[in-house]
């Protein structure tokens, strides 16, 4: 087991990605999450968002995503179910949550509720817009970000055609969750110091616009927006050059123009008379489509490269499976699936030398699984248990071992 | 150096989580490494930026530019090192290198940008830095990692979009891949390293030790793209480039807006678009929509080509429909949301002008703030 987080808890509420996947890193390095559901509704991401995938683990982003986890299953609007998670609340460090605005509150776990419970608390929200303004209340998801958060006004073929990340990147997600653990760990940092409870407000349209500062700082200098302009951008030169075979390309990038010279080497473009920049970089573009398409992606991108130029392959995220540096790092991690087998999943945020996790620890949890353990830790005896199980206040899997 | 931007009508931001002594030092210059050094500014933490002589200076060579001939920056420079104590250092000189280990003696965090080897050869290998900060928490982030082919190649954010299979999931099949605007995947990179500063130091709480990460813009990227590969050992099909669902991109008569609607949400989005050609059966179902999708964003747009994007964004959202516009830049400058939040803060370019930059994307509230 890792222990770089050991002595943290959380109470996690959150679901999906932009919430499941930050308390997933805090999880792999040894945090003790309880992910906590509604006994009827669980985390809609088990079925994928569609819904059409089944159900408790059968979808695989959930299992990744929820690795390293504990699960109960609760019923939030009763008072007993309530109780159990204010019993977790009690003993934990933070609350996670990514719902609409102001769904904590009516749930009875709101900041102030959370405060009575634990002084010290950090309750973290991760949303849409943030608490305040006039769009707190606003929904969204992934791809409405892309747009709202200023993205893809500069993403895309062309001016009239505004691109987004696509449903299964959905950057505003994977920023949200990457951004989400290092925010938590500082304010349970914080709140230890001083013991004050803290309310964390995590906009993730926000943080999509803050990661553009470059481009806010010229528009608001220059009036000018940014546009966009394909794969290459106003002050680069660089494109993807087709390579044999259907739909293969490789990128190439340049970081000044007299590397156009040593791609014209490798190509064979004759650059004598060319005129401006702009004319010798379409002549050389020209001349490596006529290069590369009959080469292999990777004979193409290495030739390129050994002339000392940035030139990869388009690759799909599959073929990261076999990539060899990711594999020399150890990077994924190979777990157990349900009905036998085993699948990779994506590795660590980040290597530690020493102290980082070995390895999963636990499988994506079906739907309550640990919820005997986790009520047993809180007190709550084998009867107490066995009643608010036949209320369905609580439930489990009907294997899952009793206390 | 920000100052509270609208005047004093600014609201007051409270992004700080770390103590005000906390010192960081970037060493060598990235855009994922100064990102994440943004991040901890904005944290609260002293942050130096240590620029090498003969070294890489990217944040003053890209773009996009600012001013004019005789004051020309790059804006990338400027947000990155805003905040931040700069230092320019010859390692070939005796004094100021002395100057630069007392810098690292005593930081709290020191990261790195690039490769052990690359620092190694300048006699900053990663035992030197553990020899003079042991308890730090040391951080590299290289562009492409420390051994494989592509080891020593310089970072580029459409490289890492190509060689991550980000890109190829964005665009449409008519049309080649296309790279997702700005520094998307340096930028995970950075929050990603933020991630491992916070582990460190939660860790050095409780034992007093340092420690060392490492991590790389393209295992930043693999860590970003990660639902395909699951997919794939899954058997499950994955869409293909330019299919989203049935989501759609309208144009507007001022630009452009993200229709993202859930198959609940189709009897309101007919409502507001009103034509009562919508009531084809043939788009009855979100499968129809799909396989109809041309004929349906042509008519649709007959309607929205007359709309304000923001008009259908308020009257999608009224309806409780997860929609968006396509917001330019100066949209962002100009959201209600934004400036009710005091999200933008002034800074002066010398030469050029006041301009705006964005604050934190995070907020933090005590038991005594209203949050309203």
Not at chain 2, 15 to 32: A, N, W
Request: aromatic share 6%.
């Amino acid at each position: 087991m890792s222990g770089m987080l050991d002595g943290l808890r959380i109470a996690d509420l959150t679901i999906v990605t932009a919430g499941a996947a930050a308390t997933q890193v805090l999880a792999d390095f040894g945090a003790d999450v309880i992910k906590i559901e509604g006994v009827s509704r669980p985390d809609l991401y088990r079925g994928g968002i569609a819904g059409d995938i089944g159900d408790d683990v059968a979808f695989p982003p959930f299992r990744t995503a929820n690795r390293n986890k504990r699960a109960i299953a609760v019923d939030l609007k009763t008072p007993e179910g309530l109780e159990v998670v204010r019993r977790v609340v009690a003993t934990s460090d933070v609350v996670t949550e990514n719902f609409r605005r102001g769904v904590v509150e009516r749930l009875g776990l709101g900041f102030n509720d959370l405060i009575a419970i634990r002084p010290d608390i950090v309750l973290a929200s991760i949303s849409s817009q943030g608490l305040t303004g006039p769009s707190s209340h606003f929904i969204s998801f992934g791809l409405t970000l892309d747009a709202l958060g200023g993205v893809m006004s500069y993403s895309g073929y062309d001016s009239d055609s505004p691109i987004w990340s696509s449903a299964r990147i959905n950057y505003p997600d994977q920023t949200a969750n990457s951004l989400g653990p290092a925010l938590i760990i500082a304010a349970v940092l914080a709140s230890r110091r001083d013991g004050q409870a803290r309310w964390l407000d995590l906009s993730q349209r926000e943080t999509v616009t803050m990661l553009m500062g470059d481009q806010v700082l010229r528009t608001s200098l220059t009036g000018e927006n940014p546009v966009p302009t394909g794969n290459s951008t106003p002050d680069s030169i660089e494109w993807l050059t087709p390579s044999s075979g259907d739909d293969v390309w490789v990128a190439i990038s340049l970081r000044s123009p007299e590397e156009l010279e040593l791609v014209a080497s490798v190509v064979g473009a004759d650059l004598a008379g060319a005129g401006d920049e702009a004319a010798r970089a379409a002549l050389v573009r020209a001349a490596t489509e006529r290069w590369s398409a009959s080469r292999s992606d990777t004979d193409g991108a290495a030739t390129l490269r050994a002339a000392g130029v940035v030139a990869v392959p388009v690759r799909s995220g599959e073929q990261l499976l076999d990539d060899p540096y990711l594999r020399s790092r150890g990077w994924w991690q190979e777990v157990s699936v349900p009905g036998g087998g085993t699948e990779r999943q994506r590795g660590w945020a980040v290597a530690f030398d020493e102290g980082g996790p070995d390895g999963i620890r636990r499988n994506g949890p079906r739907i309550g699984e640990d919820t005997f353990e986790v009520l047993g830790e809180l007190g709550y005896g084998p009867d107490e248990i066995a009643s608010l199980v036949e209320r369905a206040v609580v439930s489990a899997p009907a294997t899952a071992p009793q206390r | 150096m920000t100052s509270p931007a609208q005047g004093g009508a600014r609201a007051h931001r409270n992004s700080s989580l770390l103590p005000g002594t906390l010192r960081v030092v970037e060493v060598g210059e990235s855009v994922s490494t100064a990102i994440c050094g943004r991040l901890l500014f904005k944290l609260g933490a002293q942050v130096t930026q240590v620029a090498v002589a003969r070294g890489a200076h990217v944040l003053d060579q890209s773009g996009p530019f600012v001013g004019d001939d005789a004051q020309h920056a790059s804006a990338l420079g400027l947000w990155l090192r805003d905040g931040k104590t700069h230092v320019d250092v010859d390692l070939d000189d005796a004094t100021a290198r002395e100057n630069l280990d007392d810098r690292l003696r005593s930081a709290d965090v020191i990261l790195v940008a690039g490769t052990a080897a690359e620092w190694g050869a300048r006699g900053l290998s990663a035992d030197r830095l553990e020899e003079l900060a042991p308890t730090a928490i040391i951080g590299r982030i290289s562009p492409w990692g420390e051994s494989q082919e592509a080891a020593g190649l310089p970072s580029s954010e459409l490289a890492l979009q190509a060689a991550s299979g980000f890109m190829r999931l964005i665009g449409d099949l008519d049309h080649e891949p296309v790279r997702l605007g700005g520094h998307p995947l340096q930028s995970i990179a950075a929050l990603l390293a933020l991630d491992g500063v916070m582990i460190g130091l939660f860790a050095r709480e409780r034992t007093g030790r340092g420690a060392r990460f490492t991590t790389s813009e393209f295992e930043a990227a693999a860590h970003a793209e990660w639902k395909i590969a699951t997919f794939s050992q899954a058997g499950l099909r994955r869409e293909l480039r330019g299919e989203d669902n049935g989501a759609q991109v309208l144009r507007c008569r001022d630009g452009h807006f993200a229709a993202f609607y859930r198959p609940q949400d189709w009897g309101a989005m007919k409502e507001i678009i009103g034509d009562s050609r919508l009531d084809d059966a043939a788009f009855d179902t979100p499968r129809g929509r799909i396989e109809n999708q041309s004929r349906l964003v042509a008519l649709i747009e007959e309607t929205t080509r007359t709309m304000s994007k923001k008009d259908l964004y308020h009257a999608t959202q009224a309806h409780g429909i997860p929609a968006g516009y396509v917001a330019t830049v100066t949209d962002l400058l100009e959201s209600p949301q934004y400036v009710s939040r005091g999200f933008f803060e002034s800074i002066e370019v010398p030469g050029v002008g006041t301009g705006l930059l964005p604050d934190a994307s995070w907020q933090v509230f005590g038991p005594e703030d209203v949050v309203a």
